[in-house]
T-cell receptor
Framework: NAGVTQTPKFQVLKTGQSMTLQCAQDMNHNSMYWYRQDPGMGLRLIYY???????DKGEVPNGYNVSRLNKREFSLRLESAAPSQTSVYFC?????????????????FGDGTRLSIL | AQKITQTQPGMFVQEKEAVTLDCTYDTSDPSYGLFWYKQPSSGEMIFLIYQGSYDQQNATEGRYSLNFQKARKSANLVISASQLGDSAMYFCAMREFNTGNQFYFGTGTSLTVIP
């Protein structure tokens, strides 16, 4: 059971280059998320998708775009990479939280993408 | 205001002893869930334990238990009989049911288990 799969695992970019981080989940979850993790700052939400066809900004959306391609896939794009975007990026999925019956569903995380921008 | 506050950047515990990792939260939603995750040095995020705001009893999962004090808005993680493999970062997170789809994370606590 793969869970949440992120590609690539590592990437080095030059300033100004673009790239797309891919994420796919096989748990039939409605909600998907992109986070960045920087030392001492925990996980900060970049974008999330509550369900297929919807996306919303999180805490730190500037410099990023997302696409919810279908229920399984949620990609994160850096259009013009900047050194400040050097980070570890995590994709996560969860069953949608509406009502008590589904309120205890945790997020399931991919293994992360370590992105360095020179 | 921070939704989740973890005030202990680093903690040390002797092997086989118990340790408590602190977490306080801020919400006006009467329905919410609290989660703890472990992140070992290998980097993956591992779900440990969940506590619902309406749960009458503190959650337990093996050696992990959650000391839930609703009036104080705290949800501390207790690890009993610490093992060397417990050395990791620990994150507290909250989900508010009326929004339903966002999780809020604390900045984490680094736990080191000393042999």
């Amino acid at each position: 059971n793969a869970g949440v799969t992120q590609t690539p695992k590592f990437q080095v970019l030059k300033t100004g280059q673009s790239m797309t981080l891919q994420c796919a989940q096989d748990m039939n979850h409605n909600s998907m998320y992109w986070y960045r993790q920087d030392p001492g700052m925990g996980l900060r939400l970049i974008y999330y998708s509550a369900s297929e066809g919807t996306t919303d900004k999180g805490e730190v959306p500037n410099g990023y775009n997302v696409s919810r391609l279908n229920k399984r896939e949620f990609s994160l794009r850096l259009e013009s990479a900047a050194p400040s975007q050097t980070s570890v990026y995590f994709c996560a999925s969860s069953e949608r939280g509406q009502g008590i019956e589904r309120s205890n569903q945790p997020q399931h995380f991919g293994d992360g993408t370590r992105l360095s921008i020179l | 205001a921070q939704k989740i506050t973890q005030t202990q950047p680093g903690m040390f515990v002797q092997e086989k002893e118990a340790v408590t990792l602190d977490c306080t939260y801020d919400t006006s939603d009467p329905s919410y869930g609290l989660f703890w995750y472990k992140q070992p040095s290998s980097g993956e995020m591992i779900f440990l334990i969940y506590q619902g705001s309406y749960d009458q009893q503190n959650a337990t999962e093996g050696r992990y238990s959650l000391n839930f004090q609703k009036a104080r808005k705290s949800a501390n993680l207790v690890i009993s009989a610490s093992q060397l493999g417990d050395s990791a970062m620990y994150f507290c997170a909250m989900r508010e049911f009326n929004t339903g789809n966002q999780f809020y994370f604390g900045t984490g606590t680094s736990l080191t288990v000393i042999p």
